[in-house]
């Protein structure tokens, strides 16, 4: 089984971990569209351009599903996809719903990309919650997944000042809750924590992504609670750009958390779209 997953770089990679607790025998292509990125303050009409882009790479590549583990490339692409797609696309949200329904009795901190905050999606998810409107604050966080993607040197020394002067400040005394609505955001849960204090919780979509990816698939879910990641799993790396350093990157934080790739055969060859110069190495 083969199962894309695509995001605009590394951000994404917390969704496949995801994804391989659940389905950890499955070969993954991941897709980072490091050409393009960040996403989040570009147009909708350009993230849906890049997001068929890739979707047409991934049926190239003879994937069984494709998971768009990227926010915003689902609030702008997801519903054109899904009305022509002959394979399940499997898109995140934020997990609002969850927050909403294990702190009832808090204000929630919704932290994603401005095409996020501000689209047609979150507003009609809000609209469908009850109470979703009054309880949730939506905080764009624009230039924060940049930070997070270059993992250079003092990349969370600048996430520390980033969230001081941008986040810290719309934690009021009633929030107790913070969504990540970017998979960015994933990587930093302990930076979030250390500065809005170790009594906020913090959610994320992925587990919710990977069990609907299950079902979707037909493949039992298992228990509730998401197993252990595998020690080895079958992932192949693919970036838009500065392939080399990306995919030692993705390997590095795959890694961390105790995952190693496997070496993968060469894939068939996947049509290259005019704005992606092809495969990276493995």
Not at 71 to 77: L, V
Not at 98 to 107: I, M, R
Not at 261 to 275: F, G, K, T, Y
């Amino acid at each position: 089984m083969r199962i894309g997953i695509f995001d605009s770089g590394i951000g994404g990679l917390s969704t496949l971990l995801a994804c391989l607790r659940r389905l950890p025998d499955a070969h993954y292509l991941f897709y980072g569209d490091s050409a393009h990125a960040p996403y989040g303050d570009k147009s909708p009409a350009q993230v849906r351009q890049w997001t068929e882009e890739a979707y047409a790479w991934f049926i190239s590549a003879g994937v069984d599903a494709v998971v768009l583990a990227c926010n915003t490339a689902t609030s702008a692409a997801v519903a054109p996809l899904r009305e022509r797609a002959d394979i399940p696309i499997i898109g995140i949200e934020p997990a609002i719903r969850k927050a909403l329904t294990d702190h009832p009795q808090s204000g929630v901190l919704l932290l994603a990309t401005s095409i996020t905050v501000n689209g047609e999606k979150l507003r009609n998810l809000l609209g469908r919650l009850e109470n979703g409107q009054e309880r949730v604050r939506p905080l764009a966080c624009s230039g924060l997944a940049e930070i997070i993607e270059t993992q250079d040197t003092d990349w969370s020394a600048r996430v520390r000042r980033y969230l001081q002067m941008r986040v810290q400040p719309a934690r009021t005394a009633d929030i107790g809750v913070v969504v990540l609505g970017c998979t960015h955001y994933c990587w930093i849960n302990n930076l979030i924590n250390d500065t809005l204090g170790g009594d906020i919780a913090v959610v994320d979509g992925n587990d919710g992504v990977a069990r609907q990816l299950c079902r979707r698939l037909g493949v039992p879910i298992g228990t509730d609670t998401a197993p252990s990641l595998p020690r080895h799993a079958r992932i192949s790396l693919y970036f838009t750009a500065d392939n080399d350093v990306k995919s030692r990157l993705a390997r590095q934080l795959l890694a961390a958390s105790g995952v190693s790739m496997d070496r993968q055969p060469d894939l068939p060859h996947a049509r290259a779209c005019s704005s992606n110069p092809g495969p990276a190495g493995r």
